[in-house]
């Protein structure tokens, strides 16, 4: 067993005890093989458990009490909280805490649906409820309204909200259609942020500042409090959703199409997400992939030449647009005739779905849409069946060429056509003189507003070395953007030192921000120890 630095057996044992009085002796978890379920399923020191982030062990409580008297017995005993909600966040370090010895603090068992508003579209949510619980409540009830979900179903709304996570539809930016928080503080103390913290407010979901500093946001992406209670918006029932093909020839059409896609998402005509992607550059054809492998990935006017002569677009994305009949057609004549100006541009209609008799039709992969469901706020698993290394995929037999696992390198840009095309010609050129497998094309998501995701997946393989490679080349990626002014959304327990330390404008004032308040509100350091490069003073500093 890891134990946390500086606590002996005998200390860890006797706060054991003090946590089955509070939760039963059942709901705390120290055997290997309780201890193996929360582990990352996809850590990159595959092989190596003396360098793998191992939890001490696991304490699921059901009520917010019960993780007041946790966190104060943490506190006497020095024993390190990872708090999780389902413990999903595959590819971002799973269960699996920072810190070897950091005891989890499981979260699941606080499964209620406290509230749901189908006028105001608001919900209050404990911290296990799943989108696949929050969605079969809906259904279940009846009511009219849609939720916005992440691609794996499985996980949280707080603890996808939590890291910052992402959906496609009009919420899609998780964390801000946060609308008021119930907190356990690192000292156990409880407190709600926003109107929550008026008693009895008539707010609390619909208000998000209450008065006074917007303190909410300081519990995302942090280790400053423990949420047992959040507030989300959600979304009206749509009449129909109907997705829509754009489909764009030249590479430098990319200026502009980007520009006018902004605009569009500035004004609120565009509002769910939407990839920008290249059919070009993914075409399988071998004369495409042998210009875009040479030195200087093929030249425009030379792809664009195969663009034309294979008839494949260089550009390309699918839109949604959702409401009555009336406003979908609407927008859809503005779209077309925005772009119109753009050569050569062509335009499809998708399938369209009417609600609520279509709940059960929409299905992944409909008109080649691998996030149909999500899409229409339909919570799915179906993102293990595309092949990305899901955690209960075989690693030996007639499977064994899948990896053991992903990790994600996320570098975020501009919606502007000169980050999109610059942050892959940083990427691309680091690729090359690390020796790495060249990405062709990461595919930009529009999740947050005038910004674009790349998401470029790392393989977790069953051979431990070629993984230190791999951590070490990710680590050269994320340096080499942020020279360029690129950085990213989110990122595994694995790299988030390496990712805090870009943010160093004017000698690191925002990390030491973080700092002084994480010093102000945990002094014993207890909570999420190295979550987000944040570290409590005891272990600053030290190479954990
Ligand atoms: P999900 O299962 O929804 O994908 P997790 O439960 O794995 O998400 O949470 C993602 C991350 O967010 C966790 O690693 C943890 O650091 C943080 N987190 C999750 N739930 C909470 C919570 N209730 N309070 C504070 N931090 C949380």
Redesign the pocket.
């Known amino acids: 067993m890891k134990l946390p630095p500086g606590v002996s057996a005998e200390q860890f044992q006797a706060a054991v005890q003090r946590m089955q009085a509070v939760v039963g002796t059942d709901w705390v978890l120290t055997d290997d093989a309780d201890i193996w379920t929360y582990r990352d399923s996809y850590t990159p020191f595959y092989g190596d458990q003396v360098a793998e982030y191992i939890p001490s062990g696991a304490v699921a409580p059901t009520e917010v009490a019960q993780v007041q008297q946790i966190v104060r017995i943490a506190n006497e005993f020095r024993i390190p909280l ?8 595959l590819g971002y ?1 799973g ?1 699996a805490p920072r810190m070897s010895g950091t005891m989890v603090l499981d ?1 699941k068992r606080m499964n209620k649906v406290l509230a749901v508003d189908e006028h105001r579209c608001y919900a209050l949510v404990e ?1 296990g409820v799943s989108y696949l619980d929050f969605y079969k409540y809906l259904r279940d009830h009846k009511l009219k309204v849609w939720l916005d979900c992440a691609d794996p179903g499985w ?2 709304l ?3 909200a ?2 910052h ?1 992402v959906g496609h539809g009009p919420n899609r930016d998780h964390f801000a259609s946060i609308c008021g928080l119930e907190v356990v503080l690192p000292n156990g103390e409880l407190m709600r942020t926003g109107s929550g913290a008026l008693p009895g407010s008539k707010a609390w979901q619909t208000f998000p500042y209450g008065y006074g500093p917007h303190i909410a946001p300081m ?1 995302g992406q942090s280790n400053f ?3 047992t209670k959040a507030g989300f918006y959600l979304i009206p029932e749509p009449e129909v959703a109907r997705s829509y093909h754009i489909m764009v020839p030249r590479h430098d059409d990319i200026h502009p199409f980007l520009d006018q896609m902004a605009a569009m998402v500035c004004d609120g005509t565009l509002n769910q997400s939407w990839q920008i992607d290249s059919p070009l550059l993914g075409s399988r054809d071998p004369k495409i992939a042998a210009a875009v492998e040479r030195a200087d990935g093929g030249s425009s006017s030379e792809l664009d030449q195969m663009s034309r002569d294979l008839n494949i677009p260089y550009w390309g994305t699918r839109i949604y647009l959702h409401g009555s009949s009336k406003v979908v057609d609407a927008k859809w004549q503005d779209v077309q005739s925005r772009l119109s100006n753009l050569e050569g541009v062509k335009f499809k209609s998708g399938n369209a779905y009417h609600f609520p008799d279509d709940y059960d039709k929409v299905k992944d992969g409909d008109d080649g849409d691998v996030f149909a469901q999500t899409a229409c706020g339909i919570p799915t698993m179906s993102i293990y069946g595309m092949g990305i290394g899901g955690s209960n995929l075989p690693t030996r037999g007639p499977r064994a060429r899948l990896p053991h696992g992903i990790g994600f390198f996320s570098p975020i840009v501009s919606m502007s056509g000169e980050d999109w095309l610059g942050v892959q010609k940083v990427v691309r050129q680091t690729e090359r003189e690390l020796g790495m497998p060249l990405s062709r094309s990461a595919g930009g998501w529009a999740w947050f507003r005038c910004t674009l995701v790349l998401l470029y997946v790392q393989p977790i393989v069953d051979d431990p070395e070629k993984n230190l490679r791999m951590m070490d080349n990710v680590r050269a990626l994320a340096k080499a953007c942020a020279r360029h002014g690129y950085s990213e959304y989110r990122t595994h327990t694995v790299w988030m030192d390496d990712v805090m330390s870009a943010f160093s404008f004017n000698d690191n004032a925002l990390l030491r921000f973080h700092e002084t308040i994480k010093d102000a509100v945990d002094p014993n350091g207890i909570l ?1 120890p190295g ?1 987000n490069g944040i570290w409590p003073k005891n272990l600053r500093g030290k190479k954990i």
Request: charged letters at 10%; proline letters at 8%; a positive charge.
């Open positions: 990872w708090p999780i909600s389902t413990g999903r966040n370090g269960s979260l911290p996980g949280s707080i603890g996808n939590l890291d996570g519990f409090g423990i949420v999420a979550r």
